[in-house]
């Protein structure tokens, strides 16, 4: 059974760093991605960011490039997101997912398994 937990999350005033962690377990890591998404109040889900677990290689939405950093550490089975430079408009409930094929999508339909999201809120 796939379980993601995410944590992490919470109020952070502008210009502040948070960061977000995605424990994993129940995956075939080798051939997994993992992607992060936010979805702010009364807006649809966003991709923010992936990473290919064998690999790392990572993609990025454009509106977090510079500011945020995935990265993954296989002994722990965990995925984190390294959040700078935040801004009012990065709140948003954040959630892990994962996907069997490798692939470091940014569609959200191509995702399997998702956690429960943690809060982000960043006051201006």
């Known amino acids: 059974q796939v379980q993601l937990v995410e944590s992490g999350g919470g109020l952070v005033q502008a210009g502040g760093s948070l960061r977000l962690s995605c424990a994993a377990s129940g995956l075939t890591f080798s051939r997994s991605a993992m992607g992060w998404f936010r979805q702010a109040p009364a807006k649809e889900r966003e991709f923010v960011a992936a990473?290919?677990?064998?690999?790392?290689?990572?993609s990025y939405a454009d509106s977090v490039k510079g500011r945020f950093t995935i990265s993954r550490d296989n002994a722990k089975n965990t995925v984190y997101l390294e959040m700078n430079s935040l801004k009012p408009e990065d709140t948003a409930v954040y959630y892990c997912?994962?996907?069997?094929?490798?692939?470091?999508?940014?569609?959200?339909?191509?995702?399997?398994?998702w956690g429960q999201g943690t809060q982000v809120t960043v006051s201006s």
């Open positions: 997912a994962a996907q069997m094929r490798g692939i470091t999508t940014m569609y959200e339909w191509e995702y399997d398994y």
């Open positions: 990473i290919r677990w064998n690999d790392g290689s990572t």
